[in-house]
C-alpha cells in the first residue's frame, strides 16, 4: 500500500509516496537522504534515531512516517545555524568532548535539547544521568555526555534558543 | 516488518467500524510495543487502525472523586498533569517512570493495558486503585480486567477509550526497574482509597496481581511494620535471565514496604 506524506522537515516542506510500514526514519534517510539521524538497534532502546516530532524527542524508529503526517519534525541537520555556528548544545559536546565514535550524538543531542527545554533550562546532574536513560552511548561513558548538557543548558538560555 | 492497510480515522465510530469484521486488523495507539513486534515479524496484521486522530481519546478530566484519563494519553502528558499530580501524586509517579522519556512520549495508557505486559507499570495502579477501564461497548472493573499473560477482557475490536481512577487518601508506586529494559522486575502499587486498602503486584507473575494478606494487615495497621513478616510465595512466580522466582517473591515484600512508607509520608 502505498500513500502519499508530507510535513515540515527542519522548516522546509517535505514529501513523498511510502509504504504503510515505512518507519519515520527510513523516510528521513532514505527517501530524503537526510543521513544524520542514525539506528542504532532493533528493539527501540538505543535512542540513536531520536527526532522532534512537534516539539517533543521520539524514537523515529518506532514511529511511521504515515503517522508524521502534518508534522513539524526537526533532526540535527536543522540545528546549526551555519557551518560555522553550531547550536549550543552541539558546541557543549564539542567542547566537553562528549563523543568518541560519534554513533549515538545525533539522537543525544536531540534528546539532550528536549530535556534542557522541558526541565525549563536548569538541571542538575542526577536529572541528566536520569533523562539519558533512552540513549545508549558504546565509548564515551557518559560521564562527558552529563557535562556537555549541563553546560549547554544556560548557553541554549542565553541563547534564546 | 510485513505491509499493511493503514487507516487513521478520526473518530471512534470509524475507528470500531474500521476494525469490525476483520479478524486480522489491530488498534495503534503509541506504537511503542506494537511498532516492535511488527518489525520483528511476530504479527502480521492486515490493517492497522491508528487511534491517533481521534481527539475525543486523549485528556485527563477530574469529574467528582475521579481522574478520568484517556486511552490515546501518553505517559509524559500523565506524568506532567497538575490534575494527576493533585489527586493522584502516586499515579503521575507511575507514568513518569515507564521506560524512558521518548516511550514516554509516545506510549499511551490505552496500549498499555490492552496489551498487558506482566512487567508492565499501569496494570498495578488500575488494579490497586480499583480503576474502571471504559470500552466503546462497556466497563470492566480493575478485578475483570487483566486475565492473564498478554490477556485482558477485551473482546475483538474492542477499544479502551479511558480509564477512571478514584481519588486515593495514601497511595504509592515502587518498581525495582530491570536496569536495562525499565520494565519493572517487581512494581507494587499500594493504595488506600474509600473502597479499602489494596495491594497490587505487577513484573513478579505472568499477570498483575493482589496480595490479600498484605492488605488485610494494611487495613487494621496502615504501617510497613505490618507487612514486615508476610512473605509471598515462589511459585509460579517469573524467572529468567534478570531474577529468580524466589528474589522476585523476596521483592514482593521489600517493594511493598517501601511503597506503604512512601505512601505514609
Ligand atoms: C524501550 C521501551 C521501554 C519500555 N519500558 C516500559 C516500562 O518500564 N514500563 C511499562 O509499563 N511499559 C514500558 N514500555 C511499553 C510502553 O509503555 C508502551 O507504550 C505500552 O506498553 C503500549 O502502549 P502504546 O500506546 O505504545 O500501545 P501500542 O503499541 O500502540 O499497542 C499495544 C497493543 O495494544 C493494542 N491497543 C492499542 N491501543 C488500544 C486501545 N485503545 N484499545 C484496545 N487495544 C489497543 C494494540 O493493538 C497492540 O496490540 C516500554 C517500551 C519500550 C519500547
Ligand atoms: S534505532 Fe531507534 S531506538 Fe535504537
Ligand atoms: S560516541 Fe560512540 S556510541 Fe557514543
Known amino acids: 500500500m502505498t ?5 515540515t522537515v527542519n522548516g522546509k516542506p517535505a514529501s513523498g509516496k511510502v509504504e504503510a510500514r515505512t518507519l519515520l526514519v527510513q523516510f528521513l534517510r532514505e527517501h530524503l537522504g537526510m543521513t544524520g539521524t542514525h ?24 514511529m511511521l512516517a504515515v503517522q508524521a503526517e502534518g508534522a513539524k519534525v526537526i533532526t540535527i541537520e536543522g540545528l546549526a545555524e551555519s557551518a560555522e555556528k553550531l547550536h549550543p548544545m552541539q558546541e557543549a559536546f564539542r567542547e566537553n568532548h562528549a563523543l568518541q565514535c560519534g554513533f549515538c550524538t545525533p539522537g543525544m543531542v536531540m534528546s539532550a535539547i528536549d530535556m534542557v527545554k522541558r526541565h525549563n533550562y536548569q ?7 536520569r533523562e539519558l536513560e533512552g540513549n545508549l552511548c558504546r565509548c564515551t561513558g557518559y560521564h562527558n555526555i552529563v557535562k556537555a548538557i549541563l553546560a549547554a543548558a544556560p548557553a541554549m538560555k542565553s541563547a534564546g534558543v | 516488518m510485513y505491509d499493511f492497510h493503514y487507516h487513521r ?15 486480522e486488523a489491530r488498534p495503534m495507539s503509541g506504537g511503542m510495543t506494537l511498532i516492535p513486534t511488527l518489525k520483528q515479524r511476530l504479527a502480521r496484521p492486515s490493517d492497522v487502525v491508528d487511534l491517533g486522530g481521534i481527539k475525543e481519546l486523549a485528556g485527563i478530566k477530574v469529574e467528582g472523586n475521579n481522574v478520568v484519563i484517556g486511552g490515546m ?14 489527586a493522584i501524586p502516586a499515579l503521575a509517579y507511575l507514568a513518569g517512570h515507564i521506560g524512558d522519556p521518548q516511550v514516554r512520549n509516545r506510549g499511551t495508557i490505552g496500549g498499555s493495558i490492552a496489551n498487558n505486559d506482566p512487567a508492565a507499570d499501569y496494570p498495578g495502579a488500575v488494579v490497586a486503585l480499583n480503576a474502571t477501564v471504559t470500552t466503546n461497548t462497556g466497563r470492566h472493573t480493575a478485578d475483570n480486567f487483566f486475565k492473564g499473560l498478554f490477556e485482558t477482557a477485551l473482546s475483538d475490536g474492542e477499544l479502551v477509550t479511558s480509564v477512571s481512577f ?17 520494565y519493572a522486575m517487581v512494581g507494587v502499587f499500594v493504595a488506600k482509597t474509600a ?18 494478606a498484605m492488605e488485610d494487615a494494611l487495613a487494621k495497621n496502615f504501617s510497613s511494620d505490618a ?10 512466580l517469573n524467572s529468567d535471565i534478570h531474577a529468580s522466582a524466589e528474589y522476585r517473591a523476596h521483592l514482593v515484600n521489600v517493594m511493598a514496604r517501601r511503597a506503604v512508607d512512601a505512601a505514609n509520608k
Not at chain 1, 500513500?3 to 510535513?7: D, Q, R, T, Y
Not at chain 2, 509524559?76 to 498533569?81: I, K, M, N, R, Y
Not at chain 2, 473502597?195 to 490479600?212: D, E, I, L, N, Y
Open chain 2, 227 to 236: 507487612v514486615k513478616d508476610i512473605k509471598i510465595p515462589a511459585d509460579g
Open chain 2, 9 to 23: 480515522p478520526k473518530t471512534l465510530a470509524d475507528a470500531a467500524n474500521l476494525l469490525k469484521g476483520k479478524d
Open chain 1, 3 to 7: 500513500i502519499p506524506v508530507a510535513m
Open chain 1, 39 to 62: 539506528v542504532g538497534c532493533d528493539t527501540s532502546q538505543c535512542g540513536a534515531c531520536v527526532v522532534h516530532v512537534d516539539g517533543r524527542s521520539v524514537k523515529s524508529c518506532t
Open chain 1, 123 to 129: 538541571l542538575d546532574e542526577a536529572t541528566v544521568r
Open chain 2, 166 to 182: 478514584p481519588k486515593a487518601e495514601k497511595a504509592a508506586y515502587m518498581k525495582f526497574p530491570n536496569p536495562a529494559s525499565r
Open chain 2, 73 to 86: 494519553t501518553r505517559h509524559a502528558d500523565v506524568a506532567s498533569s497538575a490534575d494527576v499530580k493533585g
Open chain 2, 195 to 212: 473502597g479499602g486498602v489494596r495491594v497490587a503486584v505487577t513484573g513478579a507473575g505472568p499477570c498483575v496481581f493482589r496480595v490479600k
